[in-house]
């Protein structure tokens, strides 16, 4: 993975993690309600998992955004 695709990575998690906070959600209770692991959605919002689009999708919904506003803008 290049620097480029880290820092791809590095900003989705930065956006998941603000519409998170924005909720007033713990990682753990987040993860609960998408049914994924709290280590996992940690790795995420850190930029260190390539996350599948199956999942994007799925935090999205949770999340109750637009995957387009998740995903807006990044380089």
């Known amino acids: ?3 480029s695709d880290k820092n791809f990575l590095r900003e989705l ?3 998941i993690r ?3 906070l924005n ?3 713990t990682q753990a209770e987040f993860a609960e309600r998408c ?7 940690g790795s995420v919002e850190r ?4 996350i599948s689009i199956l999942n994007l999708r799925l935090i999205a919904r ?3 955004v637009p995957l387009a506003v998740l995903m ?3 380089t």
């Open 13 to 15: 998690g930065y956006r």
């Open 23 to 25: 909720r007033q959600w």
């Open 72 to 74: 807006d803008k990044l």
């Open 1 to 3: 993975m290049n620097l």
């Open 47 to 50: 930029g260190e998992r390539n």
């Open 62 to 64: 949770i999340l109750r």
């Open 35 to 41: 049914q994924l692991h709290r280590t996992f959605i």
């Open 18 to 20: 603000e519409h998170r």
